[in-house]
């Protein structure tokens, strides 16, 4: 099957939560490492260059997700393969994968394991905030000191480490 053939027209959050459902129920059911507390939730999908982009909350993960929608340079990625790709922002790095029922995917970890949320509405307010974040030009974050991590950025504590 091409990506071509895979593009997706309409907006993938419902077929994103339905792949990650199953893996949840199965492989990731009683893994130590889950936080209890969350659930799968797909987060602010939106059309950015012929790619749909959003935020995936899972007990055991919360990354950023990219999959086609017509974009050339989307590439479907095996093993330790990576793409790069170039927010208002800045770039981040993707890994990739396929799942039956969803096709490929690229994904960006922020938060793995995600022990840090007491609840899913924290989660999905910190989702939202990245999704926010990912499009506002570099310019208009305010400069961080050379021991930002990705974690403290995607935060908002633009003045922190970790």
Same mark, same amino acid.
């Given at each position: 099957?091409?990506?071509?053939?895979?593009?997706?027209?309409?907006n993938?959050?419902e077929?994103?939560?339905?792949?990650f459902?199953a893996?949840?129920?199965?492989?990731?059911?009683?893994m130590?490492?889950?936080?209890?507390?969350?659930?799968?939730?797909?987060?602010?999908? /939106?059309? +950015?260059q012929?790619? +749909? =982009?959003? =935020?995936?909350?899972?007990?055991?993960?919360?990354?950023?997700?990219?999959?086609?929608?017509?974009?050339?340079?989307?590439?479907?990625?095996?093993?330790?393969a990576?793409?790069?790709?170039?927010?208002?922002?800045?770039?981040?790095?993707?890994?990739?994968?396929?799942?039956?029922?969803?096709?490929?995917?690229?994904?960006?970890?922020?938060?793995?394991?995600?022990?840090?949320?007491?609840?899913?509405? /924290?989660?999905?307010?910190?989702?939202?905030?990245?999704?926010?974040?990912?499009?506002?030009?570099?310019?208009?974050?305010?400069?961080?000191?050379?021991?930002?991590?990705?974690?403290a950025?995607?935060?908002?504590?633009?003045?922190?480490?970790?």
């Amino acid at each position: 099957m091409s990506l071509e053939e895979i593009g997706r027209p309409g907006n993938p959050a419902e077929a994103v939560e339905s792949a990650f459902i199953a893996i949840a129920g199965g492989a990731m059911r009683d893994m130590p490492l889950n936080n209890p507390t969350l659930r799968v939730e797909a987060v602010g999908f /939106s059309l +950015w260059q012929d790619h +749909w =982009v959003g =935020v995936l909350i899972t007990p055991w993960a919360m990354n950023l997700m990219l999959l086609p929608c017509g974009n050339p340079e989307f590439r479907v990625l095996g093993g330790s393969a990576v793409q790069h790709w170039r927010f208002p922002c800045g770039a981040y790095e993707f890994h990739g994968g396929w799942l039956e029922g969803l096709g490929p995917y690229q994904s960006c970890s922020l938060f793995s394991p995600p022990a840090e949320f007491p609840d899913q509405d /924290s989660a999905r307010a910190v989702a939202l905030e990245i999704m926010a974040a990912l499009f506002r030009p570099e310019a208009e974050l305010r400069p961080a000191p050379a021991t930002l991590s990705r974690r403290a950025f995607l935060r908002g504590n633009f003045g922190k480490a970790g």
